[in-house]
């Protein structure tokens, strides 16, 4: 089943990639789709690959206004304090986004940056429990994953972490569009 990008409040998906252009192509699709709804657009990777993002954006004539998403905060903040004060967070930045009269979030998240800013243990743990503090919200996640890093070295991204990530991502980005994940 496809769900257009443009219908995804609330929704935690995963998009495997394969080298930057791939990754931006389908990042610029994903981000231009929220900045027309008016969602606040927030990234949260590496800054040389969000360089070199912004770099492959202009080229193609498009833009975003995009701001630093803090997940390491987020992720630390429920290790030491646990669902509900993430839960707390969520609703706050949603909160302040319609105070600045945005209708909600979409926000990417590189996988891999995550998890060498805090660990793989507390990534995967909080994957396990945003899908259903973000479900109903107006807040959308989009986790990407460096697949030519699974397939070729497994420096970060390693069996696990597809495995968790399938587990834990009720949709899949693929082709331009979200599907229901059933695996």
């Not at 743990?125 to 460096?146: K, P």
Request: net charge neutral; with cysteine; charged share 25%.
């Amino acid at each position: 089943m496809r769900i257009k990008l443009d219908s995804i409040d609330g929704s935690h998906m995963a998009f495997y990639y394969c080298s930057p252009e791939h990754l931006a192509i389908n990042a610029l699709q994903y981000l231009k789709e929220g900045e027309e709804r008016k969602q606040k657009l927030y990234i949260y990777m590496d800054p040389l690959l969000f360089g070199k993002l912004n770099q492959l954006f202009e080229k193609l004539g498009d833009g975003c206004n995009i701001e630093h998403l803090y997940l390491e905060q987020l992720i630390q903040g429920y290790k030491a304090d646990g669902i509900q004060k993430l839960r707390g967070h969520i609703n706050e930045l949603v909160w302040e986004c319609r105070r600045d009269r945005y209708e909600g979030i979409r926000a990417i998240v590189q996988v891999a940056f995550a998890i060498k800013q805090t660990s793989k243990e507390d990534f995967l743990n909080f994957e396990e429990v945003i899908t259903g503090i973000i479900e109903n919200t107006a807040f959308s996640l989009m986790c990407t994953y460096d697949f030519y890093d699974f397939i070729t070295k497994k420096q970060i991204i390693d069996k696990e972490v597809i495995k968790k990530s399938l587990k834990t991502h009720p949709y899949i980005l693929n082709q331009f569009s979200i599907k229901v994940n059933t695996i």
